[in-house]
């Protein structure tokens, strides 16, 4: 609809309003005549809005270009906090895709809020969930509420490394403990984030993984920000969790377990627990505790990023899970970093506990760097603080510093040691 300028007056450029003026008898000023258009438009235009709001035009109703407003921006936008059930009977989405793709129509304002609530049970995925709303930061997937309290290190087997038999005890132990179990079948990822902000809640994710074929997937794929609350990861060929120059953040003090994966791989043994390019992992919220059992290649690794964590155990990487598989517990290159508050555990990894290389540095005192296949703690190029610590019944060395190499072992309980600690030999220095 353009603007209908007075009677008489030439038709102006788009933009341009030219005013109405009220007679004035006293002055002889005479008024504008308004043209039919200026009437009949604006109601047609009302009209219309009314009726595409599936609203019946009534003169005995005064607010109905109100109600259809109202109406209208329902229907585009969720102002309000919503819950839509996913899964099971009487469930308002078949799967979380059909989820995603219902809530593509939307936007979310600052006022809405949106939680999928999944149905307990097992639910079987043959393709990925991809997560790329504008809007994530205002979306929850939750599933059931836990069967136990969330997992411990303690709990999780660990007889030997990343044995079948420690995957399927693990996993039956997991079970125990989420009602809800999404199962991503066929070698597919879990959660593809593509748009940051989104909440995973009180899920178990497991894959497809196996130790004989290349089965690829990863638990969470993250391009952008995540916030996970009280979830697991089981049995993915490639990582439990790959964060891409972003962040994923522990939203609350309930634990996570990252389990047997990384063996979908017949070579290639950078695979494993998590595997971090750039960005950050941050662990500190609450006190949780984040447990990488039982993955071949590399528990936690990290090239550029950093690591925060409260508590930290890492154990029984390596085992048949491909070619040349590593079996290391951390590594750290591209000055990669962490910091652990409340311990760090590391046990029975098939080759060294922990590799610091390229700068990196590793803060991890009153801690553990045990029964390891290689050596306890290597820093090559980097820092370590390991003080107060207990390094023992490491195959190798239980502390070695090269290449420039740097680590403080004040107060620390060790066998072996490679320089002599406080010798200054220029190539490496241990400090006790």
């Not at 063996?263 to 950078?270: A, C, L, R, S």
């Not at 971090?276 to 059992?293: L, P, R, S, T």
């Not at 990023?305 to 508590?311: A, D, R």
Request: with cysteine; aromatic share 10%.
């Amino acid at each position: 609809m353009r603007y209908s300028q007075p009677f008489g007056s030439p038709t102006p450029p788009l933009g341009v309003y030219p005013r109405y003026i009220n007679g004035n008898p006293v002055t002889g000023t005479e008024g504008s005549i308004p043209p039919a258009t200026a009437i009949d438009e604006d109601q047609i235009e009302i009209v219309t809005v009314i009726q595409n709001a599936g609203l019946t035009p009534d003169h005995n109703d005064l607010t109905q270009l109100w109600q259809a407003i109202q109406s209208l921006i329902a229907q585009k936008y969720i102002t309000t906090a919503i819950t839509k059930r996913v899964h099971g009977a009487g469930a308002d989405f078949v799967d979380l895709n059909a989820a995603f793709q219902w809530l593509g129509q939307y936007i979310i304002t600052s006022s809405g809020f949106v939680t999928f609530l999944v149905a307990a049970g097992r639910w079987t995925y043959t393709t990925s969930v991809e997560i790329n709303h504008a809007n994530a930061n205002r979306v929850t997937i939750q599933g059931g509420a836990l069967l136990g309290a969330s997992p411990t290190a303690d709990n999780i087997s660990c007889t030997g490394y990343a044995t079948s038999a420690d995957g399927t005890n693990q996993v039956i132990y997991l079970r125990s403990i989420y009602a809800t179990e999404l199962s991503f079948t066929g070698g597919v990822s879990g959660f593809v984030i593509r748009r940051g902000g989104m909440t995973l809640r009180y899920l178990l994710l497991t894959g497809s993984q196996t130790m004989t074929t290349n089965v690829t997937g990863r638990g969470l794929d993250c391009y952008d920000d995540l916030f996970i609350d009280g979830i697991s990861i089981w049995g993915f060929g490639d990582d439990g969790i790959a964060i891409s120059d972003c962040t994923v953040s522990m939203a609350s003090s309930l634990s996570m377990a990252i389990c047997y994966c990384g063996m979908g791989y017949v070579t290639g043994p950078m695979y494993g627990g998590i595997n971090i390019y750039g960005g950050m992992f941050q662990g500190v919220v609450g006190g949780g505790e984040v447990i990488i059992a039982s993955c071949s290649g590399i528990g936690l690794s990290l090239n550029g990023g950093w690591g925060w964590f409260n508590k930290l155990t890492v154990k029984g990487s390596g085992g048949p899970g491909g070619v040349g598989a590593s079996g290391f517990g951390i590594v750290t290159y591209g000055g990669g970093s962490i910091a652990v508050s409340a311990g760090l555990y590391v046990l029975l990894n098939q080759s060294t506990g922990v590799w610091i290389a390229g700068g990196g540095f590793i803060l991890g005192e009153n801690s553990y760097y045990q029964n390891n296949g290689g050596q306890g703690i290597v820093v090559l190029g980097g820092v370590a603080w390991v003080n107060n610590s207990t390094l023992n019944g490491n195959v190798t060395w239980d502390i070695n510093a090269t290449d420039g190499g740097f680590v403080d072992a004040t107060g620390a309980s060790y066998g072996t040691s490679s320089p002599t600690p406080n010798t200054n030999v220029g190539w490496g220095y241990v400090l006790h």
